[in-house]
């Protein structure tokens, strides 16, 4: 058990044990005896001739100095005492119990030193508790200090106990000159513990071994329930001072139990300490110093010099005691397991330490900590580890600047070890560089330097590794895969990001994923792991693989798990800029895995050279089911126009059904550069631009999404496929170029493009054909995702750089079952 400031230990167990064991003092060099009593429970301790405890003359034991043998019994537990300022505590093992019956009780055993043979000042304490309530008026119980082993009750000693007149603490009056007042609460309460403190002074005048001497003697009580403290006798009990001028040295303890007017007093006696420090005489444990803050180099910090001076925060602690020396670690990993130096135990006060040449490396991460030591050798917890970046060596460089934000380090590392120069980002803009932010920095909830909407949607590219998907879950509002992924497909194999890779290189990657715990919890209240067992994460490729959102324009570059519904890679193009979100466990694995290093460099290079769609104005032409479907089924952030007229400054319009354009508007349009995105319809036959529909039964959905077309990327055929086989109405001629086996048709007529869209999330009646609803769902984002190829803004894009939460998917996802319309009911049992 760990102490914490304000803890008493003369009844401490770990403690107790300690000192029973020392075969002599020098390890508490001021504690001088102690007795625990930890003997055979309910046996008469006289009669076993108990020689416990340490600090005792060699070979002596407890031995009764009266005339008669009587109970002086091993109780069964120690003594009890309540320490406000901290947990309850217990005497180790037992107590001593005086429960004479019939005649005076003088227990005693010689110290290994006598008190006072020179000039001393010691004190005393133990903890003393009533046996007997109401039923004795007289009487009194005693640990006296004394000069021989049977003392009277009138012999010259140092008497401190009870006296049961009046129920109340009293000091024998022979203990010194006319102190015979009260020395705890009145009355005293039966069957609470009191801790009585004594501090004895004793200055030497006769040569004698026990001749006469002066001093004085205080005394305090302490009702259990008083806070402690570690320093000094505290406040809230009771104390008593006396000087006397005859006052003897003592090389004996001893308890004494006498009769008085027909009465016998009981009690017991736990946790006997005599010591020449206050401290020791409590039992406080020595505390450690307080753990020193790291202060510089700072967290995070970039360029830092090869040889850097570390500096950590003043030494403090609570008991005092100076600093000794101080260790000092630096390691390449977080958990210090292979440090890359160790400083040892450094004699000092040290608060600074400079790290000698050819320990570090350039353009490489490293975390450090310190810890520091007292003189009662006590070592201090380590500092949290910060990290920080050495300076890029030129010879190794690969030419490319990154900005950076990384509160954790792991991103940081890999970027350096893969030979990027980086540079902290500050907050402001910078549209000629790539932003990265590092693991779990977002979810760790440290604030960002400046904001990562207004960084982007101003022209910046940003790239968000991966974030604790319980930050996803619940801050972002997004859904995330409850297992490790170790398989992730492209969905377009000609992508710059997975060039040269396919499905083989992207799955069982070398290393262990370290985002997640390494199996689930179970779970008492549901009674099972509600997704199944996880057994580690060797292998894995993504921990937080999200589903991809429904409603907004987020384009998956990956995807996986559960009918390839989750994307571990995504990109967004927001306000004038671009922004990548990966949740791919790259730092874990680009040490090991060479198809991890590729697709890290690549994704990279891609993040800070691609080309861009910025958003656009969007404007609305059609009736009411069609406004419903693109502002509040699709989320899209559009304006509202005439259905006869096209705005040349819209960047986008979205045409439905009703609407009165003609065909020689809407190629006056495109050939000037519009784009168009035609809503889907019921009716068959010749529609705009001489696109026909035609009827089909039994239709299952495509699996065949266009692969050369801007318009599609981020489609598969997840997408774009049924649960199973409906009627429909598709796209069947034309002209057009057809896409999806009808679901889609494109015309370029100028310079414009427009998008026929047959992706009709309302022709599927969810609420009866239940089974729909996942293909409902994936019908609204694929049609959201066309308009986002096109330009269109979403409410909730911005979500992400906010770190707020998005409205990503469909509002009708049911709860009102077992897991509701979460997938892995289905899936992964």
Same mark, same amino acid.
């Given at each position: 058990?760990?102490?914490?400031?304000?803890?008493?230990?003369?009844?401490?167990?770990?403690?107790?044990?300690?000192?029973?064991?020392?075969?002599?003092?020098?390890?508490?060099?001021?504690?001088?005896?102690?007795?625990?009593?930890?003997?055979?429970?309910?046996?008469?301790?006289?009669?076993?001739?108990?020689?416990? $405890?340490?600090?005792?003359?060699?070979?002596?034991?407890?031995?009764?100095?009266?005339?008669?043998?009587?109970?002086?019994?091993?109780?069964?537990?120690?003594?009890?005492?309540?320490?406000?300022?901290?947990?309850?505590?217990?005497?180790?093992?037992?107590?001593?119990?005086?429960?004479?019956?019939?005649?005076?009780?003088?227990?005693?055993?010689?110290?290994?030193?006598?008190?006072?043979?020179?000039?001393?000042?010691?004190?005393?304490?133990?903890?003393?508790?009533?046996?007997?309530?109401?039923?004795?008026?007289?009487?009194?119980?005693?640990?006296?200090?004394?000069?021989?082993?049977?003392?009277?009750?009138?012999?010259?000693?140092?008497?401190?106990?009870?006296?049961?007149?009046?129920?109340?603490?009293?000091?024998?009056?022979?203990?010194?000159?006319?102190?015979?007042?009260?020395?705890?609460?009145?009355?005293?309460?039966?069957?609470?513990?009191?801790?009585?403190?004594?501090?004895?002074?004793?200055?030497?005048?006769?040569?004698?071994?026990? $001749?006469?001497?002066?001093?004085?003697?205080?005394?305090?009580?302490?009702?259990?329930?008083?806070?402690?403290?570690?320093?000094?006798?505290?406040?809230?009990?009771?104390?008593?001072?006396?000087?006397?001028? @005859?006052?003897?040295?003592?090389?004996?303890?001893?308890?004494?139990?006498?009769?008085?007017?027909?009465?016998?007093?009981?009690?017991?006696?736990?946790?006997?300490?005599?010591?020449?420090?206050?401290?020791?005489?409590? $039992? /406080?444990?020595?505390?450690?110093?307080?753990?020193?803050?790291?202060?510089?180099?700072?967290?995070?910090?970039?360029?830092?010099?090869?040889?850097?001076? *570390?500096?950590?925060?003043? !030494?403090?602690?609570?008991?005092?005691?100076?600093?000794?020396?101080?260790?000092?670690?630096?390691?390449?990993? %977080?958990?210090?397991?292979?440090?890359?130096?160790?400083?040892?135990?450094?004699?000092?006060?040290?608060?600074?330490?400079?790290?000698?040449?050819?320990?570090?490396?350039?353009?490489?991460?490293?975390?450090?900590?310190?810890?520091?030591?007292?003189?009662?050798?006590?070592?201090?917890?380590?500092?949290?580890?910060?990290?920080?970046?050495?300076?890029?060596?030129?010879?190794?460089?690969?030419?490319?600047?990154?900005?950076?934000?990384?509160?954790?380090?792991?991103?940081?590392?890999?970027?350096?070890?893969?030979?990027?120069?980086?540079?902290?980002?500050?907050?402001?803009?910078?549209?000629?560089?790539?932003?990265?932010?590092?693991?779990?920095?977002?979810?760790?909830?440290?604030?960002?330097?400046?904001?990562?909407?207004?960084?982007?949607?101003?022209?910046?590219?940003?790239?968000?590794?991966?974030?604790?998907?319980?930050? *996803?879950?619940?801050?972002?509002?997004?859904?995330?895969?409850?297992?490790?992924?170790?398989?992730?497909?492209?969905?377009?194999?000609?992508?710059?990001?997975?060039?040269?890779?396919?499905?083989?290189?992207?799955?069982?990657?070398?290393?262990?994923?370290?985002?997640?715990?390494?199996?689930?919890? !179970?779970?008492?209240?549901?009674?099972?792991?509600?997704?199944? /067992?996880?057994?580690?994460?060797?292998?894995?490729?993504?921990?937080?693989?999200?589903?991809?959102?429904? %409603?907004?324009?987020?384009?998956?570059?990956?995807?996986?798990?559960?009918?390839?519904?989750?994307?571990?890679?995504?990109?967004?193009?927001?306000?004038?800029?671009?922004?990548?979100?990966?949740?791919?466990?790259?730092?874990?694995?680009?040490?090991?895995?060479?198809?991890?290093?590729?697709?890290?460099?690549?994704?990279?290079?891609?993040?800070?050279?691609?080309?861009?769609?910025?958003?656009? @104005?969007?404007? !609305?032409?059609?009736?009411?089911?069609?406004?419903?479907?693109?502002?509040?089924?699709?989320?899209?952030?559009?304006?509202?126009?005439?259905?006869?007229?096209?705005?040349?400054?819209?960047?986008?319009?979205?045409?439905?059904?009703?609407?009165?354009?003609?065909?020689?508007?809407?190629?006056?349009?495109?050939?000037?550069?519009?784009?168009?995105?035609?809503?889907?319809?019921?009716?068959?036959?010749?529609?705009?631009?001489?696109?026909?529909?035609?009827?089909?039964?039994?239709?299952?959905?495509?699996?065949?999404?266009?692969?050369?077309?801007?318009?599609?990327?981020?489609?598969?055929?997840?997408?774009?496929?049924?649960?199973?086989?409906?009627?429909?109405?598709?796209?069947?001629?034309?002209?057009?170029?057809?896409?999806?086996?009808?679901?889609?048709?494109?015309?370029?007529?100028?310079?414009?493009?427009?998008?026929?869209?047959?992706?009709?999330?309302?022709?599927?009646?969810?609420?009866?054909?239940?089974?729909?609803?996942?293909?409902? /769902?994936?019908?609204?984002?694929? *049609?959201?995702?066309?308009?986002?190829?096109?330009?269109?803004?979403?409410?909730?894009?911005?979500?992400?750089?906010?770190?707020? @939460?998005?409205?990503?998917?469909?509002?009708?996802?049911?709860?009102?079952?077992?897991?509701?319309?979460?997938?892995? %009911?289905?899936?992964?049992?």
């Amino acid at each position: 058990m760990t102490m914490t400031r304000a803890s008493l230990l003369p009844w401490r167990a770990t403690l107790a044990t300690l000192c029973l064991s020392l075969p002599c003092l020098t390890a508490w060099a001021g504690l001088l005896a102690y007795e625990p009593f930890d003997y055979a429970a309910s046996a008469n301790i006289a009669a076993l001739s108990a020689g416990g $405890g340490t600090g005792w003359y060699a070979g002596t034991t407890w031995a009764n100095g009266a005339s008669a043998i009587d109970n002086c019994t091993v109780r069964p537990e120690g003594l009890t005492y309540v320490n406000p300022g901290g947990p309850t505590f217990k005497a180790r093992g037992r107590a001593l119990g005086l429960e004479s019956s019939s005649a005076d009780l003088r227990l005693a055993r010689q110290l290994a030193q006598t008190i006072g043979a020179t000039p001393q000042t010691c004190w005393v304490s133990f903890l003393l508790q009533d046996l007997d309530g109401a039923a004795v008026t007289d009487g009194g119980a005693y640990l006296v200090l004394n000069a021989d082993g049977d003392p009277g009750p009138w012999d010259n000693g140092i008497f401190i106990g009870k006296k049961w007149s009046g129920k109340k603490f009293v000091n024998r009056p022979y203990a010194f000159t006319a102190n015979t007042s009260d020395l705890a609460p009145n009355p005293y309460l039966t069957n609470t513990t009191y801790l009585l403190l004594g501090r004895v002074i004793l200055t030497q005048t006769n040569a004698q071994p026990y $001749g006469v001497h002066a001093g004085d003697v205080t005394w305090w009580s302490y009702q259990s329930g008083v806070d402690l403290l570690p320093t000094a006798p505290p406040a809230g009990g009771t104390q008593r001072t006396g000087t006397a001028a @005859s006052l003897r040295a003592f090389p004996y303890v001893t308890f004494m139990n006498e009769i008085n007017n027909g009465g016998y007093c009981r009690c017991a006696f736990d946790e006997v300490r005599i010591a020449d420090t206050f401290n020791d005489a409590m $039992g /406080w444990a020595h505390e450690p110093p307080a753990t020193p803050v790291n202060l510089a180099p700072l967290n995070g910090a970039l360029n830092v010099s090869v040889t850097p001076t *570390l500096i950590i925060s003043n !030494y403090a602690d609570v008991d005092g005691d100076a600093q000794v020396a101080s260790q000092w670690q630096i390691a390449r990993t %977080r958990d210090f397991s292979t440090p890359a130096w160790d400083s040892g135990a450094t004699a000092g006060a040290l608060t600074t330490n400079t790290v000698p040449a050819g320990v570090l490396a350039s353009n490489t991460l490293y975390y450090w900590h310190a810890r520091v030591q007292d003189s009662s050798n006590e070592w201090s917890a380590w500092s949290s580890p910060t990290f920080f970046v050495t300076p890029q060596d030129m010879t190794i460089t690969n030419g490319i600047t990154l900005l950076v934000y990384d509160t954790e380090g792991a991103t940081l590392a890999m970027l350096a070890a893969q030979g990027y120069a980086l540079t902290l980002w500050s907050g402001g803009p910078d549209p000629a560089r790539l932003l990265c932010i590092g693991r779990e920095t977002l979810s760790g909830g440290g604030s960002l330097p400046g904001s990562l909407d207004q960084f982007v949607s101003n022209g910046g590219r940003a790239l968000l590794f991966t974030q604790n998907p319980d930050w *996803l879950r619940t801050t972002l509002g997004l859904r995330v895969a409850r297992h490790v992924t170790r398989r992730v497909f492209p969905l377009d194999p000609r992508h710059p990001v997975v060039a040269g890779l396919d499905a083989e290189d992207l799955r069982d990657w070398r290393g262990e994923s370290t985002l997640l715990a390494h199996h689930d919890e !179970y779970s008492p209240e549901a009674g099972k792991v509600t997704y199944g /067992w996880r057994w580690g994460c060797n292998g894995a490729v993504s921990s937080a693989a999200i589903e991809k959102p429904h %409603r907004a324009g987020w384009r998956p570059l990956l995807e996986c798990e559960f009918d390839l519904a989750y994307a571990p890679l995504l990109e967004l193009d927001y306000g004038n800029g671009h922004v990548l979100l990966g949740t791919l466990d790259l730092e874990d694995h680009y040490a090991r895995d060479p198809a991890a290093r590729i697709l890290l460099r690549q994704l990279v290079e891609y993040a800070r050279t691609n080309a861009y769609v910025a958003r656009t @104005s969007v404007v !609305y032409h059609g009736d009411a089911t069609g406004a419903l479907l693109v502002t509040n089924t699709l989320g899209v952030t559009c304006a509202i126009g005439a259905n006869t007229a096209l705005t040349p400054a819209a960047g986008l319009h979205l045409i439905g059904a009703g609407v009165s354009i003609s065909d020689m508007d809407l190629r006056t349009y495109l050939t000037g550069g519009g784009r168009v995105v035609f809503l889907p319809r019921t009716a068959t036959g010749v529609q705009h631009l001489g696109l026909t529909l035609g009827a089909q039964s039994n239709y299952a959905g495509s699996l065949n999404p266009p692969t050369n077309w801007y318009e599609a990327r981020g489609l598969s055929a997840s997408d774009l496929r049924f649960r199973t086989s409906t009627n429909v109405v598709l796209v069947t001629g034309g002209g057009w170029e057809i896409g999806a086996d009808g679901q889609l048709a494109r015309t370029n007529i100028g310079a414009g493009v427009a998008i026929w869209c047959q992706m009709d999330p309302n022709r599927f009646n969810h609420t009866v054909t239940t089974f729909f609803r996942f293909t409902r /769902w994936r019908q609204i984002r694929a *049609l959201a995702q066309v308009m986002a190829n096109l330009g269109a803004p979403f409410a909730d894009d911005g979500a992400v750089l906010r770190q707020i @939460s998005g409205s990503y998917y469909d509002p009708d996802y049911r709860t009102d079952f077992e897991l509701g319309d979460d997938p892995y %009911r289905y899936y992964r049992w």
